[in-house]
């Protein structure tokens, strides 16, 4: 697993001092294109509390390894200005846990200087502070520096250089079109959700099922009815010390449950949610899933996502069906376009709105190509001529042997799918299959 450096330059340290929190930015994107370091917003948190243990949970998950523990892992979290709401986002450095907090518009009182996204900085004392924050406490926030912070900066630059590896951005990918395929398996009041969180097993690495049981969640070892599977019970860690403000907690599953399979846990809090996304098993990360290369697989998607980029303008909600007006394009062609956007970071999905939403990573376009080794294989296959289409089915000719391609249900003879049976994307026959049987029909057309 190769890897790339992200280079982080912040004019200052973020702090909170006389409950003004201070959140220093470092490069990133505005409606007016590339920004040094970005002024997205000033004004009061009327939740504080709250607001200030969940940023410190999206910043513990930046700074954790779930599977196989072990120091040396520093990330900080994303940002995104929409205009009616800041998102803040992080992965874990195993790449199997996502976070997220929406501070909403019912949370924030105050100015929008512009919409974008970018890197904030979150160092040990302003950790320490935002764990001291009451709830009658007051609370300032400031995304970007403001000119009272610039004339007392003292050019105390603060300059952090981290590896970025690939999982980590193939991980948001992953997970906006997973989440995608996600449906509400239960929903609990504030009172059920403390309830059924401190029931827990306390052993981390516990593997569970939950299921709905009336107003309740009930646990077991397998799955059944509507059950969520849980896979390893102290991702969930971050949770735990927002019970106190928790007004209920919603739980999402894959529309057609059976074997193990991601899931997402959302707490709504006063004016904001704080939402998990737990890969299918604590030793996996997003990365591996393959659930983008369906879409990536089409010819035109390259094309339909440079369009449909140039329509995006940092949405809190994008609407496929206006984009597909706007664009000229069908629905579908759209959906394909926005999973390219989000192999570069471009986009991803909130499960409580059922929307994409518009944000840029600071990824290099060049690197993000060579992300999806499946895909660079299959169209290598596609290229050598190794492949026959007959019907529903297909033959592909490799060094290990002829592979019998089931295109209809994407199934193939090779190892790969004997090992997954379709549950981390197709494999690489079947993605050249599909990508020669669809060429045969365009030309038929």
């Not at 998950?61 to 940002?79: E, I």
């Not at 970025?164 to 990918?173: D, K, N, Q, V």
């Not at 029931?199 to 059950?227: C, E, F, H, Y």
């Not at 994409?356 to 060049?366: A, C, G, S, V």
Request: hydrophobic share 45%.
């Amino acid at each position: 697993m190769t890897s790339a450096t992200q280079a982080y330059s912040y004019a200052a340290p973020s702090s909170l001092v006389d409950g003004r929190l201070g959140l220093s930015t470092s490069g990133g994107r505005a409606l007016g294109g590339p920004a040094l370091a970005p002024r997205f917003f000033s004004g009061v948190v009327t939740q504080a509390a709250p607001a200030a243990a969940a940023l410190l949970g999206v910043a513990d998950v930046a700074l954790t390894r779930y599977h196989q523990p072990r120091p040396g892992w520093t990330r900080d979290p994303v940002v995104t200005c929409g205009g009616d709401r800041l998102r803040f986002e992080s992965f874990s450095a195993c790449g199997g846990v996502y976070a997220r907090l929406d501070l909403l518009d019912g949370a924030l009182d105050g100015e929008v200087f512009d919409r974008g996204t970018t890197n904030v900085d979150v160092n040990g004392p302003l950790r320490e502070a935002l764990a001291r924050v009451g709830a009658r406490d007051p609370l300032h926030l400031g995304v970007g520096a403001d000119e009272l912070t610039v004339t007392t900066l003292d050019g105390a630059v603060v300059e952090k250089k981290v590896p970025l590896p690939e999982r980590w951005l193939r991980g948001f990918a992953e997970v906006q079109v997973i989440a995608a395929g996600m449906d509400l398996r239960a929903e609990l009041s504030g009172v059920s959700a403390v309830r059924f969180l401190r029931s827990l097993p306390r052993r981390a690495t516990a593997d569970l099922w939950v299921a709905p049981v009336g107003r309740d969640l009930r646990v077991g070892d397998r799955p059944g009815a509507g059950a969520v599977c849980l896979s390893g019970v102290g991702r969930l860690a971050t949770l735990m010390p927002l019970l106190r403000f928790a007004k209920s907690l919603r739980v999402y599953g894959p529309a057609a449950p059976g074997d193990a399979a991601s899931s997402a846990w959302e707490l709504e809090l006063p004016g904001m949610r704080y939402t998990l996304a737990l890969s299918p098993q604590r030793w996996r990360g997003f990365s591996g899933e393959g659930a983008v290369l369906a879409d990536l697989a089409t010819d035109e998607a390259e094309a339909d996502a440079d369009l449909v980029g140039m329509l995006l303008n940092f949405e809190p909600e994008v609407e496929i069906g206006l984009l597909a007006d706007r664009s000229g394009l069908p629905v579908t062609r759209v959906r394909a376009a926005l999973t390219q956007l989000g192999t570069a970071g471009r986009v991803g999905y909130d499960l409580a709105d059922a929307a994409h939403f518009h944000r840029e990573l600071p990824y290099d376009r060049e690197h993000v190509q060579h992300l999806n080794p499946r895909l660079t294989s299959a169209r290598a296959l596609v290229e050598a001529g190794a492949v026959e289409v007959f019907g529903d089915s297909a033959r592909v000719r490799t060094d290990g042997g002829v592979r019998e391609v089931g295109l209809v249900e994407g199934s193939c003879t090779c190892p790969w799918w004997w090992d997954h049976r379709g549950s981390r994307g197709p494999c690489k026959h079947v993605l050249a299959a599909r990508i020669v049987a669809r060429s045969a029909v365009e030309v038929i057309r």
